[in-house]
Nanobody, 120 residues
Framework: QVHFVESGGGLVQAGGSLRISCVPS????????MAWYRQGPGKQREWVAS???????YYTDSVKGRFTISRDNAKNTVDLQMNSLKPEDTAVYYC??????????????WGLGTQVTVSS
């Protein structure tokens, strides 16, 4: 059974930084594209960033230059380093495996996520 355990969220002031982590299990991690998603208050869940098995990264426009997605295939973890945080980054952040050919659907059920709150 596939599980995602997200951690590292918290409360930070605007302009600050946070690093969140995800530990997935139940599938072969090393060759699988991994992605971070977020759902802000009153908003739909949206894709944030993806990283391929070889480390190629993709970002939604609103986080480019501020967020960095990375993975450690030896430890089976995927992280999201978030810098220059803005109040609009406030959301619950989730990791998952994007569906084939699109970032807008995922292959597995969601974990509990980790709350990131950015105060102004």
């Amino acid at each position: 059974q596939v599980h995602f355990v997200e951690s590292g969220g918290g409360l930070v002031q605007a302009g600050g930084s946070l690093r969140i982590s995800c530990v997935p299990s139940g599938f072969t991690f090393g060759f699988t594209v991994m992605a971070w998603y977020r759902q802000g208050p009153g908003k739909q869940r949206e894709w944030v960033a993806s990283v391929g098995g070889g480390g190629t990264q993709y970002y939604t426009d609103s986080v480019k230059g501020r967020f960095t997605i990375s993975r450690d295939n030896a430890k089976n973890t995927v992280d999201l380093q978030m810098n220059s945080l803005k109040p609009e980054d406030t959301a619950v952040y989730y990791c998952n495996v994007p569906d084939f050919g699109t970032n807008h659907r995922v292959q597995y059920s969601w974990g509990l996520g980790t709350q990131v709150t950015v105060s102004s």
